[in-house]
T-cell receptor, first 113, second 113 residues
Framework: DAGVIQSPRHEVTEMGQEVTLRCKPISGHDYLFWYRQTMMRGLELLIYFNNNVPIDDSGMPEDRFSAKMPNASFSTLKIQPSEPRDSAVYFC???????????FGEGSRLTVL | DQQVKQNSPSLSVQEGRISILNCDYTNSMFDYFLWYKKYPAEGPTFLISISSIKDKNEDGRFTVFLNKSAKHLSLHIVPSQPGDSAVYFCAAKGKGSARQLTFGSGTQLTVLP
């Protein structure tokens, strides 16, 4: 079975550029999460969706961050404009209703110069 | 304000001995706890979980203990193996909330051969 698929695995960009991270959740999972991992803050939840609808985006740091889930098999996290402090590993995860276990993708490592 | 705390950033254990990883939480509304393991350049993977109605859950070499009165949980690995070397994250889910998990900052376990 395919797990959560994220792309790109690595992204290096310059400050001010737009960055789009992509995620394909596990088929049949109805929850999708975007997490960010940094040395300072660990794993922090940015936003999550249920049945493609954003439920809680209180973790999104600024208006520069936006996330969409146009269908059950695809989600994007966009940063525009990017800043050096956005450098982190961004994880997408999905889960089934009534289960607590999240299944994570391998992450997208973003470096903003 | 960290609701889930892992106060030991690192732990080294000899192969074959017991590894004990600790986690404290402050929110009494948490009702489900999980441990995730993370290897470098990979996403976290689910390891073991425990509901707040239990005080122990065992799966092979891994046992999680929950002390609700102390708001403390621990993960025991017996016997420890070099392949267990990874970062271990404790996570907790709130009662009545959806699938969002709050993660601790992680503990790097190194099992020495």
């Amino acid at each position: 079975d395919a797990g959560v698929i994220q792309s790109p695995r690595h992204e290096v960009t310059e400050m001010g550029q737009e960055v789009t991270l992509r995620c394909k959740p596990i088929s049949g999972h109805d929850y999708l999460f975007w997490y960010r991992q940094t040395m300072m803050r660990g794993l922090e939840l940015l936003i999550y969706f249920n049945n493609n609808v954003p439920i809680d985006d209180s973790g999104m740091p600024e208006d520069r961050f936006s996330a969409k889930m146009p269908n059950a098999s695809f989600s994007t996290l966009k940063i525009q404009p990017s800043e050096p402090r956005d450098s982190a590993v961004y994880f997408c995860a999905s889960s089934l209703l009534l289960r607590g276990e999240l299944f994570f993708g391998e992450g997208s490592r973003l470096t903003v110069l | 304000d960290q609701q889930v705390k892992q106060n030991s950033p690192s732990l080294s254990v000899q192969e074959g001995r017991i590894s004990i990883l600790n986690c404290d939480y402050t929110n009494s509304m948490f009702d489900y706890f999980l441990w995730y393991k993370k290897y470098p350049a990979e996403g976290p993977t689910f390891l073991i979980s425990i509901s707040s109605i239990k005080d122990k859950n065992e799966d092979g070499r891994f046992t999680v203990f929950l002390n609700k009165s102390a708001k403390h949980l621990s993960l025991h690995i017996v016997p420890s193996q070099p392949g267990d070397s990874a970062v271990y994250f404790c996570a907790a889910k709130g009662k009545g909330s959806a699938r969002q998990l709050t993660f601790g900052s992680g503990t790097q376990l190194t099992v020495l051969p």
